[in-house]
Every structure is written in structure tokens, then in C-alpha cells.
């Protein structure tokens, strides 16, 4: 679990395992091809990894820290609540999954990890475990596991940035790099951004890696949220390489994640992790918070 993901096949082999937790952390963006018609709790009622319970990323979050963008670190109060509710200690192990494929699971990830807990992410999500014949749950939730004892969680700071962090990586030598999980449409300028009123366009240094660009389509993906990518898998380790190297990102030198509300940042933070890097900070105000500051745009289409 150390190199932050988990295969389908393992899960399997630790499944109801004392120490182990399974959680859907499935978020669905609207007006994309991971949108749908359900909400992400609901869909976790409906279909499920069984024994898993569901966190809800857009609650389990701190409003105050960055009010434009939902998807910021929950402060640790915030944290030690939710993770008690799910039966997490600090020395428990958790598989984040989603319904999916690699989509939101990663950023449950990030954040357990900013707190101390031992994760990775199924590989392939809820998809590719049924894929592979495991069995899914669809009665109604069971009663949630024994809440953990209350406990002390060690937040890292290191794997977060404010905007102040931005504010300061735009004034310095910019030897970390700061790297765009969006769309380059829409890091370039040249598509709208899926927020109403916000603009498209990037940070002045800052790099393009599309997520979509780290993630391997299943070979015959099922009907269903995520279209050609549901059931998608991070790309082996060389292939992840290959595209950050296209992108000009160097693999062994510092870096920090963004995106557009500090979601799949944590695509690419994983995909950093999964390649040596040992702290990836993500931009949680992300792109939402950021073009709404003032600081300067950049739109390559001008």
C-alpha cells in the first residue's frame, strides 16, 4: 500500500481484515463525462465494495479555508470526527475507492495521508472490481463499523498550499514546480471553465498535465459515469514517466498539484507519489480560488 495503490487483487485477498478500512470517497462533477443523474451517496447505497462506507468530500471539508472551492483539507477536528465515524485509528489502513474508476478516490488519499493514515487507492475503482467477478453489495447500507477510539492524528502541513503559498511561489525562483490537472483547453484559455463567471486560462509558470493524460481507459468500459474512462487505472509507472516528461515536468524535482477545486490535483499527486516524489502539496483553492484573486492570468490563446 506504500506506493499508494491497491489492485483489485489484493483487495480481495484482505478484504474484512481487522485493521482494514474500504471507503467510497466518489464525487461526481457536473456537466462532464463524470457527471450522473444520482448523487455520490446515493450511488454508494445502490452499489458497493462490500463493507465500505461513504465520505463525503464536499462535507468532510474546511469551508472557512478557501470559501470558493469545496475541496479543501478538513481541519483536524473535522478529520478525527470523520475518521472515528468510519472506524479509523491512526494506525489503520484504508483503501479509498470510487465508482469511477481513478477519479476522486485519490484527493480521500491526499488528505488521510495529510493526517498521518497508511492509504492507497483502488486501482480501477468499484468498476474494475466488479469487472473482475468480485461480489458487490446493493442492500441498503449495514450498520457503520465500531467507531475507532478517539485519537490524535498527525496533520502535515506540507501537503497543503494556500493562496499565500501561490502568492509566494509567484515571487520566488519557481524551482518547484507548479503542476494543472485540468484540461488543457481550459488551462490554455481556448475552453470555458465549467464554473459560471470564472475564467479560463493558468497561473504564469505553472505546467499542463491533464489528468485523463495519467490514466489507462479499461478495455471495454461499462454503460455508466466516467464514459470511455469508467473503470480507467493509473498508467504503470514508466508511462506515467513518459507524460510528465512530455510535459516538461521533472519527476525527481519539487512540485505541487492544482486544479480547478482541488480535486484531481490529487490524480497527479498520486501519479507523483507512485513515481518517487515523497510530498506533493495540493493547491486546494485551486484554480476556482486563484482566477477569482487578482493575481495574473495567463491565456496562451491571446
Sequence with gaps: MRNGLASVAWLAERLGQANLRVVDATWFLPSSPFASPVAARTAHAAAR??????????????????????????????FAAEARRHGIAPDTRVVCYDQLGVFSAPRLWHTLRA?????????GGLPAWAAAGHAVERAEPAVEPAAAPAADFA???????????????????????????????????????????????????????????????????????GGPFRGATLKPVDGLRAAFAAAGVAVDAPAAATCGSGLTAAVLALALHRCGAAAVPIYDGAWCEYEASGLPVVVDAE
Excluded: I, K, M
Design 155 to 225: 496533520y502535515s502541513g506540507e501537503l497543503q498550499w494556500r493562496l499565500g503559498d501561490v502568492e509566494a511561489w509567484l515571487a520566488s525562483d519557481r524551482t518547484v514546480q507548479l503542476v494543472d490537472a485540468r484540461p488543457a483547453g481550459r488551462f490554455r484559455g481556448t475552453a470555458p471553465e465549467p464554473r459560471a463567471g470564472c475564467r479560463p486560462g493558468h497561473a504564469p509558470g505553472a505546467r499542463s498535465v491533464p489528468f485523463l493524460d495519467l490514466l489507462d481507459p479499461a478495455p471495454r468500459p461499462a454503460p455508466g459515469p
Design 49 to 78: 465494495v462490500p463493507g465500505s462506507t461513504f465520505w463525503d468530500l464536499d462535507e468532510v471539508s474546511d469551508a472557512a479555508a478557501a470559501p470558493s472551492t469545496p475541496h479543501n483539507l478538513p481541519t483536524p477536528a473535522q
Design 115 to 123: 493526517f498521518g493514515v497508511e492509504a492507497a487507492v483502488l486501482d
